[in-house]
């Protein structure tokens, strides 16, 4: 729960206010960017009142998305339209989960609807109404894991919907010893018809991302798009196994088509077609490598 007290200075009079436990996930600025901007001290603040209800509603999705509760209103509002908007469709049967965690510091998870039996991708908080939305969709055969730091609340996700975890065995630790699946090896691997699991060491040894009908990649911290220009690129700083590893493995997604990059962290992106897909991809490689 936000506390009035410790709201933040800058925060522009009206309803709406970041206190200081804000982590700066900037989970809130890609949901409602109208509203929440980065401020100087390394956090986010509300630099805007919404002024319509759409904006008001992106604002109440992200003071419920917020990993540390650090959004408040003041008089209190009610939030059940944050709350009711996650999963939110992306595009085609691919929605956000909202609701991030925050060992996984705000990172995305989402949800893909299919006749085979739903996947969702990383882990969000495993809160009581989005758990309950996602099971009118289908519930979850699969969770995909993209790799060790964005696993969240998977044991009791796991245990409410009886899903399979999928976890390269590289990234498995004491806290994901019982996945059910370990991916093996640096090869792509087949899990359905219309799913590759793509091993991409780098950001960590046991990195992995997912392609969807060759359209939706499901990218981790391997890559992802900037708040800054809304272009793709991978982060040096957050690379925590091997840059040159990390460098190989995003020319090899050149070998793959997708138009959509869905990240954990970040901005998502999409192309116009594969072939541009194709040449942000290189310009990102040749910017590794610069
Ligand atoms: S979502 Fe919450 S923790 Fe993340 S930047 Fe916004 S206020 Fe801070």
Request: some cysteine.
């Amino acid at each position: 729960m936000a506390r009035t007290a410790a709201r933040l200075p800058e925060n522009v009079p009206g309803p709406f206010f970041v206190d200081d436990s804000c982590i700066d996930c900037a989970a809130c600025r890609h949901l409602a960017p109208t509203v929440f901007a980065p401020s100087a001290r390394g956090s986010s603040y509300v630099a805007r009142q919404p002024a319509s209800d759409e904006e008001r509603t992106r604002s109440l999705m992200a003071l419920v998305a917020c990993p540390t509760s650090s959004i408040g209103t003041e008089p209190k509002l009610d939030a059940a339209p944050g709350v009711r908007a996650f999963p939110e469709r992306i595009a085609e049967s691919v929605f956000s989960c909202g609701f991030t965690a925050e060992s996984s510091f705000g990172a995305w998870s989402y949800l893909v609807e299919r006749p085979d039996g739903n996947v969702l991708v990383d882990s969000p908080r495993a809160a009581e109404p989005l758990l309950a939305r996602m099971g009118d969709l289908g519930g979850v055969r699969w969770m995909f894991l993209t790799h060790r730091d964005d696993v969240a609340d998977h044991a009791a996700i796991q245990r409410r919907f009886g899903c399979k975890r999928i976890l390269h065995e590289r990234d498995v630790t004491s806290g994901t010893r019982a996945v059910e699946r370990k991916l093996t090896g640096d090869e792509p691997i087949a899990l359905a018809d219309d799913l590759l699991a793509i091993p991409v060491p780098g950001h960590t040894a046991g990195s992995a991302v997912l392609l969807y009908k060759e359209t939706f990649l499901f990218t981790g911290d391997h890559l992802m798009a900037s708040e800054d220009d809304g272009l793709l690129h991978a982060s040096r700083g957050v690379c925590w196994y091997s840059w040159p590893d990390q460098i190989r493995s995003m020319e090899r997604l050149l070998d793959f088509r997708f138009e959509w990059v869905l990240p954990g962290h970040g901005g998502r992106y999409r192309a116009p077609s594969v072939a541009a897909m194709k040449d942000d991809l290189r310009r990102v490689v040749a910017e590794m490598k610069a």
